[in-house]
């Protein structure tokens, strides 16, 4: 949780491995059709169910969430792996999910943890991981992709 304290207004919360304690996540897991969609992303005959991940972040939370790749933070190799953002709830622009077009090809980048932004166990990570260019990025140098949800 961030933002309880300090300069930022807002919370934030995250939690994973729901799936098999809440009976509406197992149901939508086993019978939507998000393997199915994730399949014909990564051109797969079969997918795997890694976890979810729950995330909330209150209306007013100031501070935003920093940029990241999702692949860093699984203890998965490859490149066929696939996360569906899927919000619950209307999101308006400005508060929505932005991507930068084009970065699942920048390679692997340092996870960070989000409340603090320092980096997950550095004394072990690769030297082959970058950190993000967030200056490039904000920059406007990038094209970034984004859309309310209703």
Not at 14 to 43: R, T
Not at 120 to 141: A, N, R, T, W
Request: aromatic content about 14%; hydrophobic content about 30%.
């Amino acid at each position: 949780v961030w933002g309880r304290t300090g300069e930022n207004t807002g919370t934030y919360f995250n939690d994973y491995c729901n799936w098999k304690k809440i009976p509406e996540f197992q149901e939508f897991v086993e019978h939507s059709p998000a393997a199915e969609i994730a399949g014909n992303l990564m051109e797969c005959e079969w997918v795997k169910f890694y976890h979810e991940h729950v995330l909330n972040k209150e209306p007013g939370t100031e501070k935003p969430t920093p940029w990241h790749h999702d692949q860093s933070y699984y203890p998965i190799n490859g490149d066929k792996v696939c996360s569906i953002w899927m919000p619950v709830d209307p999101i308006p622009l400005d508060s929505t999910l932005r991507l930068v077009r084009g970065s699942h090809q920048w390679g692997w980048f340092k996870p960070r943890k989000f409340a603090t932004e320092n980096d997950y166990l550095p004394q072990i990570l690769p030297d082959s991981y970058d950190s993000i260019p967030v200056e490039e990025i904000d920059s406007g140098k990038h094209y970034i992709l984004e859309w309310s949800i209703e």
